[in-house]
């Protein structure tokens, strides 16, 4: 079964304006880890974010912030004043410490700022 | 720093090659892994290392051998690789726990001719 959904598969928004990007995840552990990354078309994983599952404050890091809803198991992405910059493939991802560590990703979400 | 350097960036192999990719880190991160990424797909665990032990293979083929001969060092040794294999490797490492970041590598394009 998925893990980690993400339902947009592309999304278009306008240079300056907020954007929310959607994670939904499935877990039966009680410890578990969530992250974001950014991929541009050059391939590199760049890490944006994470968020604890104990962590009772969603976790911010600049321009991107976490909505953590952990009844909902939702953990979507907002970043604010969205940059041309920022166009590129959006990825959620989930950590399992209690399963040797492992990491999967969702779909991922194709992001196009526009000027 | 948190830096996870992979070599080679690129690597154009035949089918009849023995070649290897090394990743490397000095965060002291215990967790390491090998991810495969097919074009506009996510990418698929392969290994994960966790102590310098194979903790995780996700059914990958033999062709594919992974090694961690220190707490640094990350290898994956491909031999007899098919086209199919052609993909954007990435390795990635991580401090073993709970509310510990991941960080990857700039990943190696791998082309199987």
Request: hydrophobic fraction near 35%; charged fraction near 20%.
């Given at each position: 079964a998925q893990k980690i959904t993400q339902t947009q598969?592309?999304?278009?928004?306008?240079?300056?304006?907020?954007?929310?990007?959607?994670?939904?995840?499935?877990?039966?552990?009680?410890?578990y880890g969530l992250?974001?990354?950014?991929?541009p078309s050059?391939?590199?994983?760049?890490?944006?974010?994470?968020?604890?599952?104990?962590?009772?404050?969603?976790?911010?890091?600049?321009?991107?912030?976490?909505?953590?809803?952990?009844?909902?198991k939702s953990a979507n992405l907002v970043i604010s004043a969205s940059q041309l910059g920022d166009s590129a493939m959006y990825f959620c991802a989930m950590r399992e410490p209690?399963?040797?560590?492992?990491i999967i990703f969702g779909k991922g979400t194709r992001l196009h700022i526009l000027p | 720093d948190t830096e996870v350097t992979q070599t080679p960036k690129h690597l154009v192999m035949g089918m009849t090659n023995k070649k290897s990719l090394k990743c490397e880190q000095h965060m002291g991160h215990r967790a390491m892994y090998w991810y495969k990424q097919k074009a506009k797909k996510p990418p698929?665990?392969?290994?994960?290392y966790s102590y310098e032990k194979l903790s995780i293979n996700e059914s990958v083929p033999s062709?594919?051998?992974?090694e961690c001969p220190n707490s640094s060092?990350?290898?994956l040794h491909l031999h007899a690789l098919q086209p199919e294999d052609s993909?954007?490797?990435?390795?990635?490492?991580?401090?073993?726990?709970?509310?510990?970041?991941?960080?990857?590598?700039?990943?190696?394009?791998?082309?199987?001719?």
């Open positions: 598969p592309g999304m278009f928004v306008q240079e300056k304006e907020a954007v929310t990007l959607d994670c939904t995840y499935d877990t039966s552990d009680q410890s992250f974001w990354y950014k991929q050059s391939g590199e994983m760049i890490f944006l974010i994470y968020q604890g599952s104990y962590d009772e404050q969603n976790a911010t890091e600049g321009r991107y912030s976490l909505n953590f809803q952990k009844a909902r209690l399963r040797d560590d492992k | 698929e665990l392969m290994f994960v062709r594919f051998s992974p060092l990350l290898n993909a954007l490797y990435l390795c990635a490492s991580s401090p073993s726990g709970l509310n510990t970041e991941a960080f990857f590598g700039q990943g190696t394009r791998l082309t199987v001719v």
